[in-house]
């Protein structure tokens, strides 16, 4: 077995290499080891001095998260022990970090004396992302070292900062920029601080500078933060360790990091947040697709139609410096589109998250044409024209005739056929789905739908395109909706019934969003366009109207006055700008409608409109999950966390019913087919497979579909 770390002596300095690929991950052993080599070092009357650095193009990424709620996270050394015994050396600890140094691999930097770092070292602690805090004295540390005001804008972040930034704040003692070993300079130091005789550092002994923060920091702070860690447990208790190091001596604020730690570690919400972690990470990998399936060169990518969505993954692409070229075969939709995508990335350079250089690079790489003949030598063209079958098997023929062999040919369609689409070519084998998610630009997720015929090294090329685009890749199978927009739909019908049934807009958005949704259903479908909505529908009628008259009747009737939402200030509410006010109307047509369709008005509960919306969508995320449209249940959760608004630290649909018992949601769905009556009996059928892991007494995260898509 390989040695996990490398110890050698150089003259009086011990350095003691982190050598654990692929991250130096600070599992168990790895701890151990450190710990062995420390006292070997510290016992070593020749030592003056040690040096702990790493072999590896990171320093360390942290703690070994597959260890989180098991017995190993917790046996000896612990992390917090291992940092506390490096900081209690009676000799020089000089950490010498030439990477990434993320969460507990921080942590164990700022238990170190001194800390020296390459340029293009980084320094972060993104334990929020996973729904804990540092608990290994980071808390406790970074306040005294770098002040209370930096150091929770690291943790509530989870952002690094870069090796510059963290020298200017204090953290880093000095940035080696020389053509010298890295290790050499280091030795070197740590001589240098042996002949100078420093004093060395104890944040036993340091108290966070508080002479420059106003009285009310802390509440100032936890309101700067309300709305993005809204319902998130995390970034609250990080806020309470901080002003704990501010208040109390480091003894009792490291006893209350250890105990908010253990707090968040056993909460639903880090399960969640975990859960997503790893279920993004799975996501990449498709079952039934060879390891090492060579990818093709992307070098050029075409996409077809200037509208807001073929300008905005356009954008993805320039940004990402790959050439491309938009065709639409109207001039002024070009400049239209061309013009849209100039101010958005003006609106960055405003903002500061772009310099004007930057800028210019990005927009170098794009080019516009109304010329098919000029898209011949594209790699990728991607179809982003009006959500219409002929319309886009029209272009599909087009670019059969048109493009190179070998070229991936990729529609934008959000609910429509693949297989279809790709049937009007000579090369299905090329085809596939690019759902991309409005705003284009801005949305992470993904969906890439793999057809009937679509070639392994096309669909690992496109999980490839969407890492280096930043995207969220989540393979699913063709069906209506793919996985996404399938689910939506019975979310989006039981809150478009509930409005006639009595409830009100606002009712239901203020349910759905206090349970954590980025927003409720009117407020989404006004936000996406009601007419979007209306037409999507229109390419699936038997499914909907056929079986219920009254399916969406509230949106239809909307579409059917002109009202499309924000788009048109006026849909499930009233626009001035972004600003809404309640539109009394829609409660007038819901009554209406109801006394139409025979349906009784009545107060409905809150847990009724939570239950019926979200376990609707869990029931037909079973049935996804069953007829092998999506392959995990974790890659409905990535579906929803990155492209609907499910928030993270509900893990996802799936994760949430996991969580909160599949024998609960059964129960509830049964309950409601019976009180609902003929409208229960219509829709609210169990999906077989909840059935059957109910019965089994097993969860979404234990069935994978290795027979999908």
């Keep these: 077995m390989t040695a996990l770390i490398n110890y050698s002596v150089e003259e009086n300095i011990a350095v003691i290499s982190l050598q654990s ?10 701890r151990a080891a ?13 030592v003056e001095a040690i040096v702990i650095a790493s072999t590896a193009n990171v320093f360390c990424a942290g703690a070994d998260i597959s260890e989180f709620g098991t017995e190993q996270a917790l046996a000896s050394p612990s992390l917090p022990d291992l940092c506390h015994v490096i900081e209690d050396s009676s000799k020089p ?6 990477g990434m140094a993320l969460g507990g691999g921080f942590e164990l930097t700022l238990a170190c004396d001194f800390i020296i770092a390459l340029p293009q070292a980084q320094f972060g602690l993104p334990e929020v992302k996973l729904g804990i805090l540092p ?3 980071g808390t406790q540390r970074l306040p005294r070292i770098a002040g209370a005001e930096l150091a929770l804008q690291m943790m509530i972040s989870g952002t690094p900062i870069s090796a510059e930034k963290a020298l200017a704040a204090g953290i880093v003692d000095c940035v080696h920029a020389g053509e010298s070993d890295f290790i050499d300079m280091a030795i070197g130091y740590a001589q240098h601080l042996i002949d100078a005789d420093i004093v060395l550092r104890n944040c036993a002994r340091l108290k966070v500078d508080t002479s420059q923060l106003p009285d009310n920091f802390f509440s100032g702070f936890r309101a700067s933060i309300a709305r993005r860690s809204r319902g998130f447990m995390a970034p609250e208790k990080i806020i309470q360790c901080v002003q704990a190091a501010c208040e109390l001596p480091f003894s009792a604020g490291l006893q209350l990091e250890a ?9 639903p919400q880090a399960r969640a947040q975990q859960h997503i972690f790893f279920a993004e990470r799975a996501a990449k990998k498709v079952p039934g697709i060879k390891p090492g399936t060579a990818s093709r060169d992307i070098n050029k990518v075409a996409v077809i139609g200037a509208g807001t969505m073929g300008g905005g993954i356009a954008m993805n692409f320039a940004s990402a410096g790959i050439a491309t070229l938009i065709l639409d075969l109207s001039e002024q939709a070009l400049e239209r589109g061309l013009n849209t995508i100039k101010s958005h990335y003006l609106a960055s350079v405003q903002k500061g998250k772009l310099t004007e250089a930057q800028m210019e690079q990005c927009l170098s790489k794009l080019a516009v044409s109304t010329d098919y003949n000029d898209i011949q030598d594209a790699d990728l063209v991607i179809e982003a024209v009006f959500e219409e079958m002929q319309i886009k098997q029209r272009v599909f023929k087009k670019l059969d005739e048109i493009c190179q062999a070998g070229a991936i040919l990729a529609t934008n ?10 049937a009007v070519t000579q090369r299905p084998s090329d085809v596939i789905g690019l759902h991309f998610f409005s705003p284009a630009n801005v949305m992470r997720l993904l969906e890439i739908v793999r057809g009937k015929h679509t070639a392994d090294d096309v669909i690992v090329s496109m999980i490839s395109m969407a890492q280096r685009i930043n995207k969220v890749p989540v393979v699913a199978g063709v069906c209506w909706g793919f996985i996404g927009n399938r689910m939506l739909e019975p979310y989006a019908r039981e809150a478009s019934r509930l409005i006639l049934e009595g409830a009100s807009p606002e009712q239901i958005d203020n349910v759905l969003c206090q349970f954590g949704m980025a927003m409720g259903f009117p407020s989404m479908i006004d936000l996406a366009g009601i007419d979007v909505g209306y037409l999507t529908r229109q390419g699936n009628k038997q499914a909907f109207y056929a079986r219920d008259p009254s399916y969406a009747a509230i949106c239809d009737k909307l579409y059917e006055l002109g009202h499309h939402g924000q788009k048109t200030a006026r849909g499930f509410y009233l626009y001035d700008g972004r600003d809404k006010r309640a539109n009394t109307q829609v409660t007038q047509l819901a009554a209406q409608l109801a006394q139409q369709y025979g349906i009784k ?7 009724e409109i939570l239950q019926r919306t979200l376990y ?21 959760d990535t579906v929803y966390c990155n492209g609907y608004g499910f928030p993270t630290f509900r893990g996802g649909p799936m994760q949430y019913a996991d969580e909160i018992g599949l024998d609960n949601i059964l129960s509830a769905i049964n309950r409601y087919q019976i009180e609902l009556g003929e409208y229960g009996r219509q829709w609210f059928t169990p999906a077989p497979l909840l059935e059957k892991l109910v019965a089994e007494g097993k969860s979404f995260k234990t069935y994978i579909n290795n027979e999908s898509h």
Excluded: H, W
């Excluded at 600890?93 to 030439?98: D, F, G, K, S, T």
């Excluded at 008005?601 to 847990?607: C, H």
């Design 616 to 636: 609707m969508l869990v029931n037909e995320g079973a049935q996804v999950l069953d007829e092998g449209i999506a392959c995990r249940s974790s890659d409905i």
């Design 601 to 607: 008005q009545r107060q409905i509960p809150d847990q």
């Design 34 to 46: 450190i710990f062995n080599a420390y006292l070997q070092a510290s016992k070593d009357s020749k």
């Design 135 to 137: 608990g290994a004295g």
């Design 259 to 267: 105990s908010l730690f253990q707090e968040c570690i056993q909460s």
């Design 21 to 30: 690929p692929p991250v130096n991950g600070l599992g168990q052993r790895l």
């Design 93 to 98: 600890v000089i950490a010498a970090v030439n």
């Design 413 to 422: 369609t959000s609910t429509l056929d693949v297989n279809d689409i790709a």
